[in-house]
């Protein structure tokens, strides 16, 4: 996304370690949500709520869309995320058949569930291509350690409204399952979790755990040695979630990688402060910070409950040796 552009519904294409090159459809505004998980890599949520609106027009959002098929950019799959809870937008089923009618390219819809309760949001996700619901914990005391739901929210409830979606669905249902550390990795909670899923009967189960930067210091992540046990205990169609392979397209574009290092040269900088310098969505900003800390050119602290980002002492040695 450029610079002098309007701040755009569509960010990417982006490589997905699910989906391929996803091109993604922002539906609600930053970090409104029904949940606020310790793992999100999006930081709090600042509106936490369970009411569906119509927060951005469909003619808007694929309009902007259009304009981003016209690209030759590889694009497997066109997918409603973004930074907030995408089925709090009340067009939701309106935008996906709209999308359908664009384009062949299939829709994934990717949503912590919790307005599955909902038999209106089952109908809306019904047109998509690929529906993917993440389930964190099965008892309620887990449940709000974890995700940290609106008051209004049951896991039990959730659940029901997983299996009530699975009956009527046609399309492929991934169940993500994202694992942290001595909050949901428990033998009682993981066998908890495998009765829900034989419930749910989803096309895959997937776990994840939180590998990219949080603004909570205490989440840890699973080793991949913990992560095989529990894929095995969990079954045949278990999935541990690969790191993406960048492959046929470039993803990252080097001036953009430059742009970033030079406006964190000047101070630290958390993510929004990137997104809104540079005019790139925050799920695109987080890609390149995710590269730029892989190649060790920065690092990151939390500061204040917020995660800021600086240049790597390397990176720095390396820019002197250069001027």
Not at 5 to 26: A, N, T
Not at 49 to 64: Q, W
Not at 152 to 169: C, Q, R, T, W
Not at 230 to 235: A, D, L, P, S, T
């Amino acid at each position: 996304m450029g610079k002098d552009k309007k701040v755009s519904y569509i960010f990417g294409p982006v490589p997905s370690r699910r989906l391929g090159f996803s091109l993604g459809v922002d539906l609600v505004p930053f970090k409104i949500c029904t949940v606020d998980c310790i793992y999100c890599q999006l930081g709090k949520t600042t509106c936490k709520t369970v009411e569906r609106k119509e927060y951005a027009a469909p003619s808007e959002i694929l309009a902007d869309l259009e304009r981003a098929l016209a690209s030759s950019r590889r694009i497997d799959y066109v997918t409603l995320s973004g930074s907030g809870e995408p089925t709090l937008n009340a067009k939701t089923g309106e935008i996906i058949r709209g999308i359908k009618k664009m384009t062949g390219i299939p829709v994934a819809v990717l949503t912590n569930g919790t307005l599955l309760t909902d038999r209106v949001v089952r109908e809306e996700l019904a047109s998509a291509d690929l529906v993917v619901p993440s389930l964190d914990a099965v008892t309620q005391r887990v449940f709000e350690e974890i995700n940290r739901p609106h008051p209004s929210l049951a896991v039990e409830n959730i659940i029901e409204g997983m299996v009530e979606f699975s009956k009527m669905y046609k399309g492929k249902i991934w169940l993500e399952i994202m694992l942290v550390q001595g909050v949901n990795d428990s033998r009682e909670e993981l066998e908890d979790l495998r009765n829900a899923a034989q419930k749910i009967k989803p096309d895959k189960i997937q776990l994840n755990t939180p590998v990219r930067p949080t603004q909570e210091e205490h989440v840890k992540v699973l080793s991949g040695e913990r992560l095989l046990e529990i894929k095995e205990f969990f079954g045949d169609n278990c999935e541990i979630i690969a790191e993406f392979e960048r492959k046929e397209q470039k993803a990252y574009l080097e001036n953009v990688e430059n742009e970033i290092l030079t406006l964190i040269s000047r101070r630290p900088v958390t993510s929004e402060d990137i997104s809104s310098s540079l005019g790139f969505h925050i799920n695109e900003v987080l890609k390149y910070v995710e590269s730029l800390q892989k190649e060790k050119k920065i690092t990151s602290r939390i500061h204040q409950g917020k995660r800021y980002f600086q240049k790597s002492s390397l990176e720095n040695a390396l820019s002197q040796t250069q001027h």
